[in-house]
């Protein structure tokens, strides 16, 4: 059933692919988070030209750019948390690539582990690479197989690393197996991976509280398994019409190449070459077709123009009616992908679009501050257990930006004309545009208002002498 997954592949990683007990998955969920992944490549199953219009990548990378915008968060309240934020700020700049890989295949893991230097590294892997095994109460991943692919040697190897908490008890169990070509798995020893020979096959840690890991998931309705907690691609609803779209891409080329100018001419017209070929006018050869001079004959003339009128007005008008039905389904303001020349102007339309990406880009940045939250209270206990930091309580603080509904220069220039109607104290304005606490804007007014008087201003409650 997964066998197709563990095929080895050169140059890339096998497919998400439970390694058997425990978990074993879904085949509709196993055979999707497939789907979505090669998606995301590239490589769809109906086999587009030129791989297609790429809509799949480019729906997770814009709600991944979005969720993302100007995202800041920190670790604060002791030296642990200095330690820790230290370690996050590496996490935070490689979220955005990240995220686009979980936004396409439903979850994102951030698994922490201790970097042998001193400080932390996060793997942070895509629901192609992981597979959950557990879930408790509240539906939060507790138990997942991560993978890893090698190729050492032209042999490819694969390894699992299991994850599971219980009841206090945390239990990793690290296996290896070698890919044969046709698909089959053989165990051996992790010592026979170079880079896998210092990996113990089993740990158990006792008294942990919660997950040595994170996982952020798509916060949309699993329609494909309705009972599963599991996540599912932010795309998941219009594969149909992604592949829709592709084939009326093909046919606008078609439309395109079939319709490009040229002039038939007859064979006798041109003279041939040493190598049999006739010899078009330079740089003109793509213009000329030669016919046999009676195909010609029989309509009179010897040399005719094929210009046909091309039929792209309306194929484009299909291909953007498309655009608009993924806009749709994936919660995407229209115009997005499709030609925003063609969306109505009217500002309550617009404002109506921006609040369809706004609700699906907040409810993906409460998910991923979730997912960030679990991960800094993961790498907190891996500071503990490896003595990394010493023991301090930390917060967290998450700030998102909010500019896909709100224009952040008109309403600079809104407020601009309350301070000038007297609406807005001068001291707000500059707290909220120039982010100065109130006793630093306050000040910064009074030296503002002094600098403005004339030179020779009485300065005090004395008259000048």
Not at 206 to 229: K, Q, T, Y
Not at 424 to 434: D, G, Q
Request: one cysteine or more; a negative charge; hydrophobic letters at 40%.
């Amino acid at each position: 059933m997964f066998e197709r997954w563990l095929a080895p592949r050169r140059g890339q990683p096998p497919a998400a692919s439970p390694p058997g007990p425990p978990g074993v998955p879904d085949r509709r969920m196993a055979e999707a988070v497939a789907l979505w992944s090669d998606l995301y490549r590239g490589k769809p199953p109906w086999k587009p030209r030129d791989g297609g219009l790429g809509l799949a990548a480019a729906i997770a990378s814009e709600l991944a750019r979005q969720t993302t915008l100007e995202l800041q968060s920190r670790i604060l309240g002791s030296r642990r948390a200095e330690f820790l934020d230290r370690q996050y700020r590496r996490v935070l700049d490689r979220l955005r690539p990240a995220l686009e890989v979980g936004c396409a295949t439903g979850a994102l893991a951030l698994k922490p582990f201790p970097d042998g230097e001193g400080g932390l590294s996060v793997d942070l892997v895509g629901a192609d690479r992981f597979w959950p095994t557990a879930f408790d109460a509240a539906g939060r991943m507790t138990g997942a197989v991560f993978f890893e692919s090698r190729c050492c040697e032209g042999i490819d190897y694969l390894r699992c690393e299991s994850h599971d908490w219980r009841d206090g008890r945390y239990r990793v169990t690290n296996e290896a197996f070698r890919l044969a070509p046709t698909g089959s798995r053989t165990p051996v020893p992790l010592a026979e991976v170079p880079a896998w020979a210092g990996l113990s096959p089993a740990v158990c840690l006792e008294g942990i509280d919660r997950p040595l890991f994170a996982c952020f998931r798509v916060p949309f309705a699993n329609w494909i398994d309705p009972g599963s907690p599991m996540g599912v691609s932010v795309y998941s609803r219009v594969v149909g019409l992604i592949r829709q779209a592709d084939e009326q891409w093909e046919r606008i080329l078609w439309e395109f190449e079939g319709g490009e100018l040229a002039v038939d001419a007859s064979s006798d017209l041109f003279r041939l070459s040493e190598d049999g070929r006739f010899r078009l006018p330079r740089g003109k050869e793509r213009l000329f077709r030669v016919h046999d001079v009676s195909l010609l004959e029989a309509r009179g003339r010897f040399l005719e123009t094929f210009s046909p009128a091309l039929r792209d007005a309306s194929l484009l008008h299909g291909l953007d009616s498309i655009l608009k039905r993924i806009e749709f389904g994936c919660g995407l303001a229209y115009g997005t992908l499709s030609d925003p020349q063609s969306v109505e102007k009217t500002a309550e339309e617009i404002r109506a679009g921006k609040q369809r990406s706004y609700a699906t880009v907040s409810e993906l940045q409460r998910a991923l501050q979730a997912a960030l939250t679990d991960l800094a209270g993961a790498m907190n206990l891996w500071a503990g257990i490896a003595r990394l930091a010493p023991a301090g309580r930390y917060e967290m603080s998450f700030c998102w930006d909010d500019s896909i509904v709100t224009d952040a220069g008109a309403e600079r220039d809104r407020d601009l004309q309350e301070v000038r109607e007297g609406l807005m104290l001068p001291w707000e304005y500059r707290v909220k545009w120039r982010g100065e606490d109130e006793q630093t804007a306050r000040r910064a007014i009074e030296e503002q208002a002094a600098a403005a008087l004339p030179p020779n201003a009485a300065v005090s409650g004395k008259e000048p002498s």
